[in-house]
């Protein structure tokens, strides 16, 4: 099947044949980052506007990265000097960006649906960089492209997903992904955080961290999203990390062979102890480094380009 999509919202929207053309095509720009000159000319002469509405380091440097590895030239919206602050709307922000030429806008917002709305409103591609609490499309492509690295296939394998799940866009586009790939996933935390009602989503939900770990081939940590809750939904973080903070004891539970993930920014201390942020089994930098590769592959697509068609130079 060619790739026909010209915007990436969500995982959720996404076929399994989709996700892996994603994966196939991250594996074979993954390669051109190996050589001397990582430069390939796919997106040349196009313009790509980061707008980033909200922090980030890794996805707006991924993005930036990404995009200058295609050859393209690349913007970033620098929010706090923009006429945002004087009250423009996101709708007319946006259509200023494609009024002055732009190909394609990576766009970060705390509001969900944000980037669905810029994709229905203009000519040009749209990028979901993170919206709100709904998804982050990028993260789960990148993560499930490490896994794979790690263990092959993930069906039938077990992934827990560990901590602010209520909150956690990652941990939406990581079970839309996973459970289209056949992975077996459990989501854990206190049950104000990790509520039932995710089950409808084809995962299982526990409130019980041992059982939950055990033979686990991989653990996704979350950090407590404090900007998004409204209220305590736990007494303390001290408390929080007694009972659901990853530390030796707890790891010890793990599968012997298992992973360690986190899409950052870390919490030390909180989530994850550091020695095993910093540790053997942690592929915590690795999943950065995929970011860039998988974010090449989603600009090149959604660009028109079609898998088949990257060919690297050796
Ligand atoms: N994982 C992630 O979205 O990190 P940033 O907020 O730094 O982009």
Redesign the pocket.
Known sequence: MPWHRRHLITLEELSLDEIEQVHATAVAFKRTLKRTVKKVPALRGKTIVNLFL?????????FEMAAKRLSADVIGFDAANSSTTKGETLRDTAQNIQALQADMIVL?HSAAGSPLYLSRILNIPVIN??DGAHE?PS?GLLDTFTMKEHLGSLRGRKVVILGDILFS??ARSNIHALTKMGANVTLVGPSTLVPHWFTHLGVKVSHDLKSALADAEVVMLLRIQHERQAAGLFPSLSEYTSMFGLNKTRASWLNPKAIIMH???INRGVEIDSELADGARSVILE??TN?IAVRMAVLYLCAGGQPENVTPVE
């Open positions: 909200e922090p980030s380091t890794r996805t707006r440097m991924a970060r960089a993170g982050h993260q866009r990652v899409p950052g920014p999943q950065v970011g």
